[in-house]
Nanobody, 114 residues
Framework: VQLQASGGGLVQAGGSLRLSCAAS????????MAWYRQAPGKQRDMVAF???????TYADSVRGRFTISRDNAENTMYLQMNSLKPEDTAVYYC?????????WGQGTLVTVSS
């Protein structure tokens, strides 16, 4: 499975961005998908998770501002990020768990200016 993340960029605090993660395989068959992020000097943390059945989980820091979704027909996962804060600045990675293996995308940089 190959994952291509895109949609990052520079945005002012309070703004919005939508990240996309295009997969080479049929995401409908994936056990779960998620977005992680890693800020400079910090560990990589999960931001949002979505199961095969569409059950979602969010980190406390983004709940109510971010929305994860998946389009099985397009084999793409999304992360809609609203009300962005400077502390959301990080490289965002998409992640897939197929059960028999897991895969990471290459990351897309999100920078939120104050």
């Amino acid at each position: 499975v190959q994952l291509q993340a895109s949609g990052g960029g520079l945005v002012q605090a309070g703004g919005s961005l939508r990240l996309s993660c295009a997969a080479s395989g049929r995401i409908a068959s994936f056990d779960s998908m998620a977005w992680y992020r890693q800020a400079p000097g910090k560990q990589r943390d999960m931001v949002a998770f979505i199961s095969r059945l569409g059950v979602t989980t969010y980190a406390d820091s983004v709940r109510g501002r971010f929305t994860i979704s998946r389009d099985n027909a397009e084999n793409t996962m999304y992360l809609q990020m609203n009300s962005l804060k400077p502390e959301d600045t990080a490289v965002y990675y998409c992640y897939v768990n197929r059960g028999v293996g897991s895969y990471w995308g290459q990351g897309t940089l999100v920078t939120v200016s104050s």
